[in-house]
């Protein structure tokens, strides 16, 4: 009963909303208001009221560039206030390179995220600096502009260059046009560069000094070369030096100075008179304006010196020089820078031996000489030496006499010969046949030597040639003439084998005497051939006093030596036989007396037996 009251008792009006009621004290009650007086809105309602809120903000994203204020700072952050729902918070490490920073600063910041996992604004000056520096690298690098940058430190190759807070690479040759050894000057110093290179993956940039410098001296160049004539006079500075030349730089423009054109005189190396970095004035001899090539002459700007020698020098006049080039057929000695004259190799020594002049003469040595001729007009001049000294072969004959002796000085040695010089100037030569009466040689060199001293005798003088013939034998009697009673043919004497070749061999004999054995005659007894250094005896079987020669034979003698053994022993055999015979005879003979007296006795014998029988 109770249940069907409350099930069938009436809702009260004003419980139900529904039903038309009189207005009352919370007909105005907001039935969305929870608990918390916190009013509940549907989508369309809250969608509404976060678009109207969210644009009270400023509208960024991730990775974007904003502006900002500094509202506040404390010993660590800067707090930022971008006009966002949040205030940002950046380390004050990032304002090292702006100490006087202060509240109320526009700054550009990097948005690195809207909103973190802890719904925090996350900003950065530093990327933002980056950012900003990496967009003006790649426009200056784009347009070619010139931007300004801080050497920061040095690196392997090259230097550190800040360009807009950002770091960059300029290498070691890109700092200058000319060679760069120390680093550490640069280091500290704001200089323009231009952005050669970058690479967009790494965000990383190559810059150029030296691309500016080129630059300008391009510009130099093109302006000395719309200027440039034949014979001009420049000044310039000399930038590099090499063996064949200097290269001078004209203020943009670089011009070769040959070394030939540096001075009237002979030098070996430009370094002899010109300094790197040195100033100089030059004149312009060719210019090949398709090659762009300078040639520059320095000893142009002043005259030739034959052309104010004048009659400064003349012929039979003394001069003093030295050696400054040498040739095969004589050298050259520089009286003065440009003035040279040549002393040919036959104006050297009154002597007719040849010399070397390479070896005679040596560079920078000094001389005096004697003008022979001179040409004005070819700029020509021979010298002479042995000008300077009285000619030794005027009176030739009275002072080296037909077979007098004498001793010099053996100044050369040849295969058919010796040269022996008397004194200065004066010289003769042996002939190798001439060199000893006993020996003979196959090169001279086997007789003497270069500077060693030798007695010679004066054979022939030919004055109109200037020669003298020597010899050495002839200092002592000729020998051959007691040779040929101790050497006859046929005699025999012990020698050794000095030389041994296919054609047989050289014996040395008694007296210092040499002979040939041919290689037939050196078989000996046994059959085999005399060897090198070997002792026998050799039968002489050829002995040639005009030729001065001696054959012997060892095989020949032993041929004898058989012979005669057996001879001897046929003679012995022969006595012996005929002694033989003589004996038989003999025998027989007595034979016969034996014989008939056994006749009789037989006899006798027989007539005894017959009577006993």
């Keep these: 009963m109770t249940e069907e009251k409350i099930h069938t008792q009436e809702t009260p009006d004003f419980l139900n909303p529904l039903t038309k009621t009189t207005k009352t004290n919370f007909d105005d009650f907001d039935w969305n208001l929870d608990k918390r007086h916190i009013r509940k809105y549907d989508a369309n309602e809250r969608k509404e009221l976060e678009n109207l809120y969210d644009g009270t903000f400023a509208s960024f994203e991730d990775n974007d560039l904003i502006k900002g204020i500094i509202v506040g700072m404390t010993k660590t952050d800067v707090i930022v206030n971008i006009g966002y729902k949040s205030d940002g918070i950046i380390p004050l490490s990032e304002f090292r390179d702006t100490p006087d920073v202060k509240i109320g600063d526009e700054i550009e910041l990097y948005v690195i995220q809207k909103e973190d996992a802890k719904g925090h604004l996350n900003l950065s000056r530093k990327n933002a600096k980056l950012m900003r520096a990496w967009e003006q690298i790649q426009h200056a690098h784009q347009t070619g502009e010139v931007v300004e940058g801080l050497v920061t430190s040095k690196t392997k190759g090259g230097l550190i260059v800040d360009l807009f807070g950002m770091e960059t690479f300029l290498p070691g040759s890109q700092i200058d046009v000319k060679l760069i050894t120390d680093y550490d000057f640069f280091v500290g110093k704001r200089m323009e560069f231009k952005v050669v290179k970058i690479n967009e993956i790494i965000k990383n940039a190559v810059v150029s000094h030296k691309a500016l410098i080129e630059h300008d001296i391009e ?61 100089l004035k030059v004149v312009i001899l060719e210019y090949d304006e398709n090659k762009k090539r300078i040639s520059l002459g320095l000893k142009q700007l002043t005259p030739h010196p034959w052309e104010i020698a004048g009659d400064k020098y003349a012929v039979g006049q003394k001069v003093r020089g030295k050696i400054v080039n040498i040739e095969d057929y004589g050298a050259f000695l520089e009286i003065e820078p440009g003035i040279e004259g040549l002393i040919h190799v036959s104006e050297i020594s009154w002597s007719n031996q040849p010399i070397n002049s390479k070896e005679f003469f040596k560079p920078n040595d000094e001389y005096e000489a ?46 058919y010969g010796v040269f022996v010089e008397l004194e200065e100037g004066i010289g003769g030569m042996v002939h190798i046949s001439d060199l000893s009466w006993t020996k003979r040689y196959n090169h001279p060199n086997e007789f003497t030597k270069v500077n060693k001293s030798l007695d010679v005798k004066v054979l022939e003088i030919d004055t109109e040639n200037r020669k003298l013939s020597l010899g050495c034998k002839q200092i002592e009697e000729d020998p051959w003439d007691t040779f040929e009673s101790v050497f006859p043919i046929g005699s025999i004497h012990k020698a050794t084998i000095i030389k041994r070749d296919e054609k047989g061999a050289v014996l040395m004999l008694p007296y210092g005497l040499e002979g040939f054995a041919p290689a037939k005659h050196l078989k000996k007894e046994d059959g085999k051939l005399a060897i090198l250094d070997e002792t026998l005896d050799f039968q002489v079987i050829e002995f040639d006093r005009n030729d001065k020669r001696i054959i012997l034979s060892h095989s020949r003698m032993v041929e004898n030596m058989k012979r005669n053994e057996e001879n001897a022993q046929a003679e012995e055999k022969k006595k012996e036989k005929s002694n033989i015979k003589k004996t038989i005879d003999s025998l027989n003979s007595n034979v016969e007396k034996e014989r008939l007296g056994d006749i009789s006795d037989f006899a006798d014998l027989k007539r005894k037996m017959k009577d006993d029988k």
């Design 370 to 415: 004697k003008i022979v001729t001179i040409e004005h007009e070819n700029k020509k001049m021979s010298l002479s030496l042995k000008a300077l000294t009285p000619d030794p072969w005027k009176n030739i004959s009275e002072k080296y006499p037909l077979n007098s002796k004498h001793n010099g000085k053996v100044k050369n040695i040849t295969a």
């Design 219 to 279: 510009s130099q160049r093109l302006d000395i070369i719309s200027k440039l004539e034949k014979g001009q006079v420049l000044e310039g500075t000399i930038k590099n030096i090499t063996d064949f030349g200097a290269f001078i730089d004209l203020g943009g423009l670089d011009g070769l100075l040959y070394i030939t054109d540096i001075s009237w005189g002979r030098i070996t190396h430009p370094e002899e008179v010109l300094e790197l970095n040195q100033k």
